[in-house]
């Protein structure tokens, strides 16, 4: 399978998701999820690689829509190299919610999630990280965007459901 690796040393690794909540963000069934959001961004910003997270007013990315269905929920953050990414999915607390992802969130039709390679000193916007998603589904993983599969050298994602 083919790897999409940095093109430049000095390159960082950016990452979008989405999510779509069973119930809007108020409802008590989502509440677990949602009570959790600042907790895990403030683990995420403490991480060893992570270099920036998209916020809005809420602190978090909460009240930035990019969907007509308000309960798609979205983050985009970019990390010093993969192996920073991987350990913060799946070797912090965010995995054990994304364990419990059945209980908070309806399974999408498309892939939500995306990783790319950008210059040092990007920042990215919600266009920007949605466009890269949409590029992901319509033309599946190339060097403009492509998942974990076709990561290099990242292995902790084939002991977890993360599609």
């Known amino acids: ?27 008590p069934l989502v509440a677990p999820f949602v009570d959790a959001i600042d907790k895990v961004n403030a683990i995420a910003d403490r991480m060893d690689g992570f270099v920036w997270r998209y916020t809005d007013a809420s602190g978090n990315a909460t009240d930035t829509s990019v969907d007509v269905d308000e309960r798609i929920i979205f983050n985009t953050s970019i990390w010093q190299d993969l192996p920073s990414l991987e350990r913060f999915v799946w070797g912090t ?27 040092q000193g990007t920042t990215i916007t919600p266009q920007d990280a949605m466009e890269r998603l949409a590029y992901f589904n319509n033309n599946g993983a190339t060097e403009r965007a492509f998942d974990w599969a076709h990561a290099p050298d990242i292995g902790r994602w084939k002991n977890n459901d993360s599609r």
């Open 1 to 27: 399978m083919k790897t999409f690796e940095k093109p430049n040393p000095d390159w960082q690794l950016a990452e979008v998701n989405i999510a779509c909540l069973k119930k809007p963000a108020g409802d």
């Open 93 to 119: 607390v965010h995995m054990s919610f994304f364990r419990r992802r059945k209980e908070w969130f309806n399974v999408m039709e498309k892939m939500h999630f995306a990783m790319w390679w950008v210059p």
